[in-house]
């Protein structure tokens, strides 16, 4: 069992920064991947990043130069900072990693509003 818990979140205005947060605990060992989804309103959650644990990354057109995913191993910890915000990039942010199963955190709000 692998369980995520998210932070970071909040109000910021377009063009502004935000930095996510992803604490893992359990059978950390057992995990590969680690990653983000993120789900708008009235909208099906979509890939936003993902880091494998050799470091590898993977990002959705839409964040590709604005958004750096990042992983501490040791921390067991995974990063997302969000450069540039949009309205757009408006949703509740998932954390999941990769291990036996897919694992969900439970989720943090990033609003984008002026």
């Known amino acids: 069992q692998v369980q995520l818990v998210e932070s970071g979140g909040g109000l910021v205005q377009p063009g502004g920064s935000l930095r996510l947060s992803c604490a893992a605990s359990?059978?950390?060992?057992?995990?590969?991947?680690m990653g983000w989804h993120r789900q708008a309103p009235g909208k099906e959650r979509e890939f936003v990043a993902v880091?494998?644990?050799?470091?590898?990354?993977n990002y959705a057109d839409s964040v590709k130069g604005r958004f750096t995913i990042s992983r501490d191993n040791a921390k067991s910890t995974m990063n997302l900072q969000m450069n540039s915000l949009k309205p757009e990039d408006t949703a509740v942010y998932y954390c999941?990693?990769?291990?036996?199963?897919?694992?969900w955190g439970q989720g943090t709000q990033v609003t984008v509003s002026s």
């Open positions: 359990g059978s950390i060992f057992s995990i590969n991947a």
């Open positions: 880091i494998t644990s050799g470091g590898i990354t």
């Open positions: 999941n990693a990769l291990s036996n199963k897919l694992y």
